[in-house]
């Protein structure tokens, strides 16, 4: 079902589920009405919201009501890549050059594969999206600002040693277009790594005022270049030529080094999965800083089909820390990363890593779905009401999930449960529009 046109598009609409369910919590079984613009008028029992003659129903017995879905971190641009194998033994350089031959060049196969990505997206119940823009170019952000997702295309910077001054130059002819990028998809930045990217270039990054997303703490390698400035990525930068005897290493982990100039601007982190206990203490500073400061806040954004299939964390590494961090206060969200790494060629979904994680590691589907909405809403600096069901609330889409026995649910919280051990699409009740 998609938003009505015509007269029932000027009409209130009262949704009728086994259950719904957001980040706040849920109800079962669920009347959902919402006013022709797509406000939340009300969420509650049957009985709870009365009877309204007025509205257009749509009942669906069987489902648990959710809103769409936030994926704080893709690369649409990769999808027409398609799902690839990592070669362990080959190692990630290998890996890295396998995307850098096949990923598209030309503007317009950048959007096709963008295109493909935003309809794998909505495949898997996507309504917002935190993508980051290869190629340095705009041909990803402006195709994806075309379509009918919300969120923000981030543009992947490189600068570091030689190359950190055409990095930086880059990033001003960025900042001077972010004004012309208004709408339902914003404008933001990437600066790619810790170890291909320079603090100068962090910090202009950070001064923009744009979103900003980056990669940190992803591999032990990287933990070893930041520590020492050597090690395979150190070698990586002889190779390409951008090696320069500034980049000597800076006797701290990823975060310790870069978290003081993201903490300027806020940040969305990707990955995390070497973290030692010092950085959860500063990141934990931060976001409490930040909360108290009413500022955009650090926080993270856990990919974990991609982690498991890159085989982190390595044995003897203890697992990723993201429940910790949650219960310190650091927001985290969910991402798929690139489809290159996924198991689900027809779809782009945050449901499936949030179905891993309850599996894998018993997580509580409520604070899945809180990562999966809020946490993901708040790093990309999106209102929250667009990732919620409460009154009030203005969803960016609705989306069904049909259970085995959803006549028989008398608990949200069990709904979600099941929705989770299923393997079934959701489907879509409310489409995203885009809209601003």
Known sequence: MDRPDGPDARRALRVEAAAAA?????????????????????LGRPEMVGATPEARTVSVP???????????????????????????AAGFAAWAGMIRRKRPAAPEAIADSVRAGVEASLRGGTAIVGDIAGNRGLAAAEALRHLSLRGVSYIEVFGIGAAEDAGIGFLDELGSLAASFTGA??????????????????????????????????????????????????DLLREVGVWSDEV????ATPIERLLPILARSGAAIAHGNYLEHRDLDRLAEVAAEAARAGISPVGLVYCPRASAYFGHPIAGEPPHRYRELRERGVPVALGTDG??????????????EMRLLHRRDGADPSTLLAMATVDGATLLGEPLEHAGLATGDRPAGLLAIDLPNGRGVVDAGAALQTALRLDVEPRWLLEPRGDP
């Open 22 to 42: 957001d980040a706040h919590g849920g109800v079962a079984p669920a009347v959902l009405l919402l006013d022709a613009a797509g406000e939340v008028l009300s």
């Open 62 to 88: 069987n489902s648990l009501l959710l809103p769409g879905l936030v994926n704080a971190h893709a690369h649409l641009d990769l999808t027409s890549i398609g799902p690839r194998p990592f070669d362990a």
């Open 185 to 234: 998809v914003r404008l933001g930045v990437s600066p790619h790594a810790s170890y291909s990217c320079g603090d100068r270039l962090y910090a202009r990054a950070a001064a923009l005022g744009l979103p900003l997303a980056t990669h940190l703490s992803e591999t032990l390698e990287e933990l070893r270049f930041n520590r020492d400035g050597e090690g395979p990525l150190a």
């Open 248 to 251: 000597v290493g800076w006797h």
């Open 339 to 352: 489809m290159v790494c996924l198991d689900t060629p027809d779809r782009l979904s945050v449901l499936d």
